[in-house]
């Protein structure tokens, strides 16, 4: 079962950001995303990372996404026209999707080589260590970090504050 949930997962986390790029209209663009970054959430869980998971959804599709699509609808950004060719030139365009495309593939590369590293036992690592819970993890990030924490929302409070005062459209 857990194989057909990661395939399942993974296949739509493809698809989705594979479609995140080919998209003429943004909105549809920010949606996919929402889609692949829960799909991303859905791998965390399989992998046993709750935590992970839940910072996820929380984090960048609750906060993140919401912004980007508050400011796709901010901006009311047309769609882009459609390149002329066939479908390999629409997809692939010219220019800067070509520098896109070489540096896909360059990632591509680095990804195989760091799995490949990564496929061996790292030495040093110490096997008998708990692997610290949410609870645990929680009560670290507001009895230690608490200043840091409560300065973090406000920061992120002021500035949609100062985007929301920049991008108001004065009354004629």
């Known amino acids: 079962m857990d194989a057909i949930s990661f395939w399942a997962f993974a296949a739509i986390l493809v698809i989705a950001s594979v479609l995140v790029v080919g998209q003429r209209n943004p909105?549809?663009?920010?949606?996919?995303?929402?889609?692949?970054?829960?799909?991303?959430?859905?791998?965390y869980v399989l992998l046993g990372a709750p935590f992970a998971a839940m910072i996820q959804v929380i984090v960048y599709v609750g906060a993140i996404m919401v912004l980007f699509l508050f400011v796709v609808m901010l901006l009311n950004t047309p769609t882009e026209e459609a390149p002329a060719g066939g479908p390999i030139r629409r997809m692939f365009g010219a220019g800067p999707r070509h520098f896109g495309a070489v540096?896909?593939?360059?990632?591509?590369?680095?990804?195989?080589?760091?799995?490949?590293?990564?496929?061996?036992?790292?030495?040093?690592?110490?096997?008998?260590?708990?692997?610290?819970?949410v609870y645990d993890i929680g009560v670290r990030l507001f009895h230690e970090y608490g200043f840091a924490f409560e300065a973090t929302s406000v920061l992120i409070l002021v500035a949609m504050v100062g985007a929301i005062v920049l991008a108001r459209r004065e009354a004629r």
């Open 103 to 133: 540096l896909s593939g360059v990632f591509a590369v680095e990804l195989a080589l760091a799995l490949r590293a990564a496929s061996t036992t790292l030495p040093g690592t110490d096997r008998g260590t708990p692997t610290p819970t």
């Open 27 to 43: 909105m549809h663009s920010v949606f996919l995303l929402i889609v692949s970054f829960a799909a991303l959430s859905g791998l």
